[in-house]
Nanobody
Framework: QVQLVESGGGLVQAGGSLRLSCAASGLTFSGYSMGWFRQAPGKERAFVAAISWSGGSTNYAESVKGRFTISRDNAKNTVYLQMNSLKPEDTAVYYC????????????????WGQGTQVTVSS
């Protein structure tokens, strides 16, 4: 079965950096566009970033543009989210997800989801 396993979350001070990883198995990774979403306490899950099958195109939420970078390594079946200049409002559980629809921001069309990794940014 399909598995997406996130790692790399943790506690960091404001202004710091973290790199999230999501290792995929049970699917043809290069055939999927990948996305990152986040959910803060009491809020709905929100789009963060997406990357195309080849990695040649990306899409970002306005709130993270210029600070976060999504990338992928199809040889390792892994997608990454480099997060720089972190702010307390970035605190959330971060999820990776896979979809056949390129670069979509709509969570409902992502077919496969990881279990999430907690990111906490202290002020």
């Amino acid at each position: 079965q399909v598995q997406l396993v996130e790692s790399g979350g943790g506690l960091v001070q404001a202004g710091g950096s973290l790199r999230l990883s999501c290792a995929a198995s049970g699917l043809t990774f290069s055939g999927y566009s990948m996305g990152w979403f986040r959910q803060a306490p009491g809020k709905e899950r929100a789009f963060v970033a997406a990357i195309s099958w080849s990695g040649g195109s990306t899409n970002y939420a306005e709130s993270v543009k210029g600070r976060f970078t999504i990338s992928r390594d199809n040889a390792k079946n892994t997608v990454y989210l480099q997060m720089n200049s972190l702010k307390p409002e970035d605190t959330a559980v971060y999820y990776c997800a896979a979809t056949r629809i390129a670069l979509t921001t709509i969570s409902q069309v992502y077919a496969h989801w990881g279990q999430g990794t907690q990111v906490t940014v202290s002020s």
